[in-house]
């Protein structure tokens, strides 16, 4: 067996890749869900209507997509410049932080517009920050950053709690281990009247779009695709590679900080070392559906917010474990992987 | 000051220095063996909780401890077959199918572990390995403390280095693997597949990581809960770098990484007014500075991370 | 069967996607026989010899050694009837010992431990035999590039090979290393070996072989006795038709445009620069002639804004470009044709358009925003003014075929009308019509005035074009000499290092 490579790649393929990809990890999920001794129908049924059935299940399940769509799109933009961003988790953490700090009181009196401005800056900023320390040790050391962006979650995690135990701690939580709230006027409106759906997720579609339109029509999109496809040959041809790898770090790092403050000014209000149910490792399964394209991540925002809210309702109907979730995402992504490869490549013999 | 300085000079701390690196000289020789072939293993986290698991099932399910470091052998395999499959013959980003391998390995540890154990306010516990002092040499003082009272998956440990430092080293096997990684045109050019020597490679290093899971919940703890392995995979992907690729070097960059982890749990008690957190942190931000000191001079495999197509350079 | 035949292909084809790499290819070998396989670049002699070693099946035929047929696709069963093949981009692990590189795959794996002083003593054995000395604890990174050839061809021996293959095995070496090879390879046949070495320089094939083969388009063209052929006649056969290299007219070159002197820069890993000093002028081409691996690559790249010099300075009209920048080179009207145009050269995925604007995409844009209908047309532009085929500005790059990628690279640059080119290897591993192509386009630049620096390692093209030549030896470059004054004698003494310098009294 050997693989050709295809001459062009063609759009039905790109599309249907993820479609095929899900199913794939529905249909051997099945079998995990049938061994919990329930019919995978009625299990995936209970999902559907745990995250559509109603009003409610709607707005959470959107609830759920918003900051998916950011560190969804955080790591695509970054993977496609061959920047290994795994950090995401962390930078959400960051960017939560440095929102919380900032919205707690520090902004009174400020027009509203300009203290949201403010504060979805000091999140992109957080965010950024973090992930431009494994970038310079890349680029100026060789030092792997996948591994760096990774031990810096753990680090990260860790300084959250030093935060929300210690100068961060708000008082009159009880003693819970969380940070003082975002101050009641600054949180974001809801999108739909009762209910924790708010217009960050108008945010988060507007910033797509807008990276959209950055990569695909702009110098800067031009280059980066060039450096991430052949570094070598973009810098031969005057592509500052350095610089541009910085600038992918900060947009990329910016993304997930930005998930994280929205969501702190948004349904949370706080930030809690438990406040990401694996927003960042989500987002890495988001962009390799979507095919790191943004206009696919919102997409696989929703079909991924959808398995984790829907596996949630089905679980207590069904006592089949929630971890199912977590399976299918894994499956999906690595079936993913499998149906991209038929995209460029055809089997021979 | 001093009683820092005492801490340092009791058996006791250099015997949890041992049992502190074990899993993590399971890892790091496992991972060690899979980039010496030419693939790197980001699945080792998910690999090391799965063994975790697998482990303490076996066990738990009424099986002999030895049985489940076999059977977290057995599992840590079948995780390694599947990333080798997709990264060998189909070639796949060794990146991103690692991650997918963690995220795939530890689901299933959690979803396995809840539908098949009753978990009531505590995790259920199993009767772990206990210290076995090897006869005669465990009354040395200190070093007979230290060394020779250990639980018997950290004797294997130990004998492991040795042993895959000289099947590198000294065997044909060992040859081909490292060729593998160095240059695989080159092994296909002498006869040999270097398609079959990775998938095996990556296989057997798997099972190896899964050992270090199993050891956390047969011999350091009792049970099995989610996030057991706190980014201990991570550490020894970042140990084989600080290694060089070399087996010795591993373990004592596990034996130094264990010491300092050892040391700040027991400064924790002497030093009063610092947050735990920031000792918490001390492994995952030494990792990095590892990373650092070493990433410039580091002799990588040459053909590590890069796929391997018959007939295509 | 025929008599005495060692080696038999017979009816082999090859097909990759819609090319025919190997068409119905029939060939023997004798015993004692050495055996050349002419082709041009492209003809199938490597995918030929492959196929006979096993790295690839063929889709039809069949491998005979010594009468038994080989099971396609198992180079182990080619080793194991006495194959032995030196490819030509070695397969050797830099960071294992000769020694190393040498016994693996000759034990069974799963042996328990490795008899290395046995082995050592057989190897040092075949290496007084066949006159190739070899250090067996050597770390391979660390040896030259001959060196390594004798490792690769020691591999072969010591797996007792009977028939050898070699794959350009003068691609890198200098002229004198070439000669010594051919020796050893004489008293090998003598000494019963039977071998076929890959080629397309006739000189060596006139030289060293007992009969020539030519491949061309992939099928068996012609057969002759070395004999009874002469280089006029091989040429023909090999390219087919009379593709004629554009001849160089004289004219006087003006003044100096760029002007380098004492470069010196540390590489890592590869060749440093050690004091070089040229001068290119306007109207005139100067060639850097050399084998491989001398310092080609580092003089490109600090000409390029890729590497940094530790000493020396370069002038381009006056003006200190030594710390040049490549966005910065491309402003100045530098051209730059970069030696491997795969890796450098364009980005693969990305359009022909995008590649042909990658260089200057801030020309082609507003307010950040590229303006996609200009970069387009111009793309269009290229593709009619230098004939690029079967492409459109939409074309996937890496879909053109080498000649059309370098006709892309150079139109890019010479569309610019830059007063500075650097030709780094422009035609290596083209066809011949290609290299008419691109010598077409380097000399009508020239005449337009542009002063071009051309760094070669075929000969032919260096002497044809050149005004003046400079040869480059580990890092030095020799003084240059008019191209009327050249003859092969000098010209490969100056290639392996050999010069008068003006200081030497």
């Known amino acids: ?349 | ?313 | 069967m025929s008599g005495g035949a060692v080696l038999e292909l017979e009816g082999i084809t090859k097909r990759f996607g819609a090319l025919v790499a190997n068409d119905d290819v029939t060939l023997s070998l004798k015993k004692g026989e050495v055996l050349a396989l002419l082709g041009e670049n492209g003809a199938g002699k490597t995918t030929l010899m492959n196929i006979l070693f096993g790295h690839y099946a063929a889709d039809a035929g069949e491998v005979r050694v010594e009468g038994r047929p080989l099971p396609p696709g198992k180079p182990r069963a080619a080793i194991a009837a006495g194959v032995g093949m030196v490819h030509q981009h070695f397969t050797l692990a830099g960071n294992l010992t000769v020694l190393e590189n040498i016994v693996i795959g000759s034990e069974p794996l799963w042996k328990v431990g490795s008899d290395r002083d046995g082995a050592a003593r057989k190897l040092m054995q075949l290496s007084a035999t066949f006159g190739l000395p070899v250090d067996p604890e050597a770390r391979v990174g660390d040896l030259s590039v001959g060196e390594r050839q004798r490792v690769e061809i020691l591999k072969a021996l010591y797996r007792d090979a009977r028939i050898l293959i070699l794959d350009e095995p003068t691609a890198v070496l200098a002229r004198p290393e070439a000669e010594q090879l051919f020796r050893i390879l004489r008293g090998m046949a003598q000494g019963g070996l039977s071998i076929i070495f890959i080629s397309h320089k006739l000189h060596e094939v006139m030289g060293a072989s007992d009969r020539v083969v030519v491949l061309r388009g992939g099928r068996v063209v012609a057969e002759r006795a070395t004999a009874e052929t002469n280089p006029a006649e091989l040429a023909e056969l090999m390219v087919g038709r009379a593709v004629a290299r554009p001849k160089r007219e004289a004219h006087a070159a003006g003044a100096p445009v760029v002007v380098a002197k004492g470069l010196s820069a540390s590489a890592g890993g590869g060749m440093a620069l050690d004091a070089v000093d040229f001068e290119v002028r306007t109207g005139e081409i100067l060639g850097i002639v050399g084998v491989s691996g001398n310092g080609q690559a580092m003089l490109g790249r600090v000409l390029s804004g890729l590497a940094r010099l530790d000493a020396g300075t370069i002038t381009f009209d006056g003006r200190d470009i030594a710390r040049i920048t490549p966005r910065a080179a491309v402003r100045m009207g530098i051209g730059r044709v970069p030696e491997d145009r795969h890796a450098e050269g364009v980005v693969g995925d990305l359009a022909v358009w995008e590649n042909a604007v990658l260089e200057r995409v801030r020309d082609f844009s507003r307010w950040g925003f590229v303006r996609r209908r200009a970069a387009e047309a111009h793309a269009a532009g290229l593709i009619a003014r230098f004939d690029i085929r079967g492409a459109g500005p939409a074309t996937r790059t890496r879909l053109l075929s080498g000649g059309n990628m370098q006709k892309l690279i150079l139109g890019r640059n010479l569309a610019a009308g830059p007063r500075f080119l650097l030709a780094n290897q422009p035609t290596r591993g083209l066809d011949e019509g290609a290299i008419a192509a691109v010598h077409q386009e380097l000399l009508m630049a020239r005449s337009e005035g542009a002063a071009i620096l051309l760094i070669s390692e075929d000969l032919e093209e260096a002497v044809g074009l050149s005004d003046r030549l400079q040869a480059i030896s580990k890092g030095r470059l020799s003084e240059p000499i008019a191209a009327e004054e050249v003859d092969a004698r000098r010209l490969g003494l100056m290639m392996a290092g050999v010069w008068e310098t003006r200081d030497a009294v």
């Not at chain 1, 993820?18 to 209970?46: F, K, N, Q, R």
């Not at chain 1, 708010?198 to 579609?205: F, Y």
């Not at chain 2, 076996?58 to 395999?77: I, K, Q, R, S």
């Not at chain 2, 250990?150 to 130990?158: D, R």
Request: aromatic share 8%; glycine share 10%; net charge positive.
């Open chain 1, 1 to 349: 067996m050997r693989f050709e490579r295809r001459e062009d790649v063609s759009l039905p393929a790109l599309i249907l890749a993820p479609l095929i990809a899900v199913l794939a990890a529905l249909v051997l999920c099945a079998g995990l869900i049938a061994m919990a001794g329930v019919s995978p129908w009625l299990a995936y049924g209970e999902m559907l209507r745990g995250a559509f059935g109603s009003r409610l299940a709607v707005t959470e399940t959107f609830t759920r997509a918003s900051p998916l769509i950011l560190t969804g799109l955080a790591a695509a933009v970054a993977f496609r410049a061959r920047l290994w961003n795994i950090g995401g988790e962390g930078q959400f953490y960051m960017g939560a932080l440095a929102a919380a700090a900032l919205g707690h009181s520090a902004l009174a009196g400020w027009p509203l517009p300009l203290a949201w401005a403010a504060l979805a800056a000091a999140g992109m900023a957080a965010g950024a920050v973090l992930l431009l320390v494994p970038a310079v040790l890349r680029l100026r050391f060789g030092v792997d950053e996948v591994v760096t962006t990774l031990l810096l979650n753990f680090i990260v995690l860790l300084i959250v709690g030093l935060m929300v135990e210690g100068v961060l701690k708000d008082p009159m939580a009880f003693g819970w281990p969380q940070s003082v709230p975002v101050a009641a006027g600054l949180r974001l409106p809801d999108l739909v009247p009762r209910s924790r759906l708010h217009v960050g997720i108008v945010l988060a579609v507007v910033v797509v779009l807008l990276v959209w339109l950055v990569q695909a029509r702009t110098v800067f999109g031009a280059e980066t695709r060039a450096a991430g496809l052949n570094p070598r040959a973009a810098a031969f041809a005057g592509v500052p590679i350095t610089a541009t790898l910085v600038k992918v770090a900060l947009l990329s790092g910016g993304l997930a900080g930005l998930a994280g403050a929205i969501e702190v000014l948004g349904p949370v209000g706080y930030v809690t070392t438990t406040m990401s149910p694996g927003f960042g490792y989500a987002g890495i399964v988001v962009a390799m559906l979507a095919a790191l394209h943004p206009l696919g991540v919102v997409a696989a925002s929703v079909f991924v917010a959808t398995v984790f809210v829907g596996a949630d309702a089905m679980s207590r109907a069904t006592g089949v474990p929630s971890f199912i979730a977590d399976v299918i995402m894994a499956v999906a992504l690595l079936a993913m992987l499998v149906a991209l490869l038929f995209t460029t490549w055809r089997v021979r013999r």
């Open chain 2, 1 to 313: 000051m001093m009683e820092a300085l005492d801490i340092l000079t009791t058996a006791s701390l250099w015997a949890a220095v041992l049992r502190i690196a074990t899993p993590l000289i399971f890892g790091v020789l496992g991972a060690l063996i899979c980039e010496r072939a030419g693939v790197l293993n980001l699945g080792i986290e998910g690999i090391m909780t799965m063994g975790a698991m697998v482990g303490w099932l076996t066990v738990y399910w009424g099986g002999d401890l030895w049985a489940g470091l076999a059977m977290a052998v057995l599992a840590g395999m079948a995780m390694g077959w599947l990333h080798a499959m997709l990264t060998v013959p189909l070639g796949l980003s060794q990146h991103v199918s690692g991650l997918g391998i963690t995220l795939l390995a530890s689901a299933l540890a959690y979803y396995l572990y809840r539908l098949w154990v009753q978990v009531g306010d505590l995790p259920p516990t199993i009767e772990p390995f206990q210290p076995w002092p090897i006869p005669g040499l465990s009354a040395i003082p200190f070093l007979g403390d230290v060394v020779f009272t250990q639980t018997p998956p950290t004797y294997v440990a130990l004998i492991l280095v040795g042993l895959v430092a000289w099947m590198l080293a000294r065997t044909p096997m060992g040859l081909a693997l490292r060729m593998t990684g160095e240059n695989p045109h080159a092994v296909e050019a002498q006869g040999l597949n270097p398609v079959r020597i990775r998938i095996w490679a990556v296989m057997v290093g798997s099972g190896i990581m899964a050992l270090g899971g199993a050891f956390l919940t047969t011999a350091a703890f009792n049970s099995f809960f989610p996030g057991m392995v706190q980014g201990r995979g991570w550490i020894c992907i970042a140990l084989v770098v600080f290694a060089s690729w070399r087996p010795g070097k591993a373990l004592l960059g596990a034996l130094l990484f264990a010491l300092f982890d050892a040391f700040q749990l027991r400064l924790q008690t002497v030093v009063e007014g610092v947050p735990y957190q920031l000792f918490l942190m001390a492994p995952y931000v030494l990792s990095i500075v590892a990373l650092i000191l070493v990433a410039r001079r580091a002799r990588v495999p040459e053909a590590l991370m890069q796929p391997y197509r018959r007939g295509e350079r």
